[in-house]
């Protein structure tokens, strides 16, 4: 019985693994990071729709390189019940991992604008020959 709990748990860390060493070019969006806390109005973001197509991924998403539509969502703020959802237009460079956040004015502001916080190469990741 442990035995098979070990292999389950192998499974599981092993397919969460960076696809990058099997898709070459591929980059991920990654709205999780730790946002800066000198600045007391980023937030973490989720993903949820590339190009029309719901995101199975949370955080991060893998997405290839090129031109997107993302739809992003950040936290509901107090008073309300619904998160704030956002379609923006994101340009994606092979081989990169982009840190996202979304900034709002005040801590009452439900609207947000989404920010990238740091652009970073993706290690492992092989670029398309």
């Known amino acids: 019985m442990k035995r098979v709990i070990r292999l389950s748990l192998l499974a599981a860390a092993t397919?969460?693994?960076?696809a990058c060493a099997t898709l070459p070019g591929i980059s991920m969006l990654d709205g999780s990071r730790q946002y800066d806390r000198?600045?007391?109005?980023?937030e973490r973001v989720w993903v949820t729709e590339i190009d029309g197509s719901s995101s199975v991924d949370r955080n991060p998403v893998r997405v290839d390189p090129g031109d997107h539509t993302l739809m992003v969502q950040a936290h509901a703020v107090a008073g309300f019940h619904e998160p704030p959802v956002m379609t923006v237009k994101f340009h994606?460079?092979?081989?990169?991992?982009?840190?996202?956040?979304?900034?709002?004015e005040n801590r009452l502001s439900q609207q947000f604008e989404l920010v990238t916080q740091e652009v970073e190469p993706l290690?492992?990741?092989t670029m398309p020959k």
């Open 15 to 18: 397919a969460m693994l960076p």
């Open 38 to 42: 000198t600045d007391y109005h980023l």
């Open 92 to 104: 994606v460079e092979p081989c990169k991992t982009y840190y996202l956040a979304a900034r709002r």
């Open 123 to 125: 290690a492992g990741c």
